[in-house]
């Protein structure tokens, strides 16, 4: 099917019901395998994400990263800038 990019059913408002409570949860490898090329696009994909999930209003994820250990950054009750 051709939309021509304009399908955007997914993205309409919900104009009857209760709130939608959407959460995720972005795990991100920064193991040594990682540096280089593929750090960096990692880097610049996880910025892009964060910044999609902020214009749609969905300040409810978490961020995990692991390498050598495992570690939470973010958790889904924390906000952006706390």
């Given at each position: ?8 059913k ?6 009857a ?24 696009s ?20 978490g ?5 050598s ?7 889904n ?6």
């Open positions: 099917m051709t939309t021509e990019w304009s399908y955007k997914i993205f309409s408002a919900k104009l019901g209760g709130k939608r409570d959407h959460a995720a949860c972005i795990v991100l490898d920064v193991s040594t395998s990682m540096f280089g090329l593929l750090g960096k990692l880097q610049e994909t996880t910025i892009t994400l964060i910044g999609a999930l902020q214009k749609l209003g969905l300040e409810n994820y961020i995990i990263v692991f390498g250990k495992i570690r939470l950054v973010k958790t009750e924390q906000t952006w800038g706390s």
